[in-house]
């Protein structure tokens, strides 16, 4: 009898001990679920979370609407010099052609002197083509620099949205995961906040503009 008395007053401990550790374990399980909820709350939608982004430079170029409008408009300009330059060598043609059926009937030194002048003129507009597809080129790479510069805050902020202290051009990475790298966004973003990147200067009246020749 001794014996159930005892066995039946430990009963009621045991079970108080069993019923705490349940709670506790109860407790720490509800905490471990909580904590991917409140991590998922300070992630903004689209927006990978991580210390290293990719992003592909010439797509970023290439395919938002700031870039798409440089790369049209320098195109464009291309486009009008190369037609510039078919119409000034058409014109020397038929003036070459000219100057040599006057060749026939002409004094040699008066003919002389006509060929000198044909021959400085040429070589004057071949320079000043030869110019304008220089500028041209230059203006490539100061516009470039130019979306680059426009392009930096973007990134920055994409930078501290991901929580992020790099961001690596992808021509440089040998191998990354597809999740980090951040193009698709900062197009998107760049579309929504650049403004219009202005005309390009008039390359066909012989008063273009940009960055000069180095001598």
């Not at 440089?172 to 990147?197: C, G, K, Q, W, Y």
């Amino acid at each position: 009898m001794t014996t159930s008395r005892t066995s039946a007053s430990r009963c009621p401990a045991r079970s108080e001990r069993k019923a705490r550790s349940l709670l506790r374990a109860a407790t720490l399980l509800l905490g471990l679920a909580a904590t991917p909820a409140v991590a998922q709350d300070a992630v903004r939608p689209g927006i990978v979370q991580s210390p290293i982004l990719t992003v592909e430079i010439d797509r970023l170029y290439a395919e938002s609407d700031f870039g798409k409008q440089i790369s049209e408009m320098l195109e464009q300009t291309g486009t009008e010099i190369a037609a510039e330059n078919r119409r000034i060598e058409a014109e020397l043609c038929a003036e070459e052609k000219s100057l040599t059926e006057k060749r026939k009937t002409m004094d040699p030194v008066a003919f002389r002197k006509l060929a000198d002048a044909f021959d400085s003129k040429v070589q004057e507009l071949r320079e000043e083509q030869d110019s304008k597809a220089r500028t041209l080129g230059n203006l490539s790479e100061e516009r470039r620099r130019a979306f680059i510069a426009k392009a930096e805050p973007v990134l920055a902020e994409l930078m501290r949205d991901a929580g992020a202290s790099l961001i690596l051009d992808q021509r440089t990475v040998f191998l990354s995961a597809s999740a980090i790298d951040i193009t698709d966004t900062a197009i998107s973003r760049m579309n929504e906040l650049l403004p219009d990147p202005g005309p390009m200067p008039d390359f066909t009246d012989g008063t273009e503009t940009g960055t000069p020749d180095k001598p």
